[in-house]
């Protein structure tokens, strides 16, 4: 099973380079659905990185998973195929029709993955489905769904699914429009005015109206972890999962991963996970509160 985590800035890419994560998730400016990042990579930089990557032995996924209207379109035509030709090894990507003109035009060789961001919103089999029939090897799943659910989701191998199993998950249901924070914030989703507040005291740094009840947030937004689940989802038929820490420091940032890799290791062993040990751990390295087991496991 591979690991994936991903990297925004060059401190945290080169310490995803000396991780024990197997691929390396790059959002480029411009071409991502969170579009409050100042800090992503710009196409220009992918062949170091790339390269640099590769040395290590670490795949590289750059991420293109917006929704562009009509007149954007060429751009992210022209980004994935500047990425393929400097040597990703595959691209995560939000719209079906791009999915679809990589797929038809570009006509990737294996092992290039086209792999369908959460963005794409493929909440059931049909939607999953769907997207293969266009060209997608992989397909990220909403980080919401029940292992039953993901049992049906994964009824065969074709294609892929990953996983997001560790990182900030908003109450919501990831994937739809939301409109709490044009609600809220007067602004829409992804562009940084949503909930990215979780004690009384932190403030939203681009928010326009706070709704708070006695100084605290609405809503919190909380770190998943289903360390303990891992192995129900192998078995289930997942095939990656994704680890993105939010954590306070790059050593902590280090030792997340340290500690999915380890319990993905046990897992796939069949080996008990030391879940008292670990999953205390991973909740001393949050600076965020951290939720277990939010997956209904039926």
């Not at 196409?43 to 562009?68: C, F, M, R, T």
């Not at 990507?93 to 092992?111: A, F, H, M, R």
């Not at 129900?232 to 993105?244: E, F, W």
């Not at 319990?263 to 509160?289: G, Q, R």
Request: charged share 20%; with cysteine.
């Amino acid at each position: 099973m591979e690991l994936v985590t991903a990297a925004n800035n060059n401190e945290i890419f080169a310490a995803a380079t000396q991780s024990p994560a197997g691929s390396i998730y790059l959002p480029l400016s411009g071409l991502v659905s969170i579009r409050w990042g100042r800090d992503f990579f710009s196409l220009s930089q992918l062949p170091e990185l790339i390269d640099s990557a590769h040395k290590s032995d670490k795949k590289v996924y750059p991420v293109i998973n917006g929704h562009p209207h009509q007149a954007q379109l060429a751009a992210y035509y022209s980004a994935a195929r500047q990425l393929y030709e400097a040597g990703a090894d595959g691209v995560v990507v939000g719209s079906p029709e791009i999915i679809n003109w990589i797929k038809q035009t570009l006509k990737p060789k294996p092992p290039f993955l086209i792999i369908a961001s959460s963005s794409a919103r493929a909440v059931c089999r049909q939607d999953i489905d769907f997207l293969n029939s266009l060209g997608a090897d992989r397909v990220i799943i909403s980080r919401l769904h029940s292992l039953a659910e993901i049992n049906e989701l994964a009824y065969n191998s074709v294609p892929q699914l990953e996983l997001f199993v560790h990182g900030l998950i908003c109450p919501c249901w990831e994937g739809q429009d939301c409109l709490l924070p044009l609600y809220t914030y007067g602004n829409e989703a992804d562009w940084g005015c949503c909930l990215n507040v979780s004690e009384p005291g932190l403030s939203v740094a681009c928010s326009k109206y706070r709704v708070a009840t006695d100084s605290k947030p609405m809503w919190d937004m909380r770190v998943q972890s289903d360390l303990h689940l891992l192995p129900r989802i192998i078995k289930r038929g997942v095939s990656s999962i994704k680890v993105i820490p939010p954590t306070k420091s790059i050593s902590d940032w280090r030792r997340t991963i340290a500690i999915w890799r380890q319990a993905l290791d046990n897992a796939l062993a069949d080996e008990k996970l030391i879940d008292n040990t670990l999953t205390e751990e991973l909740a001393a390295l949050s600076p965020l509160p951290v939720k277990f087991d939010l997956r209904r496991t039926q």
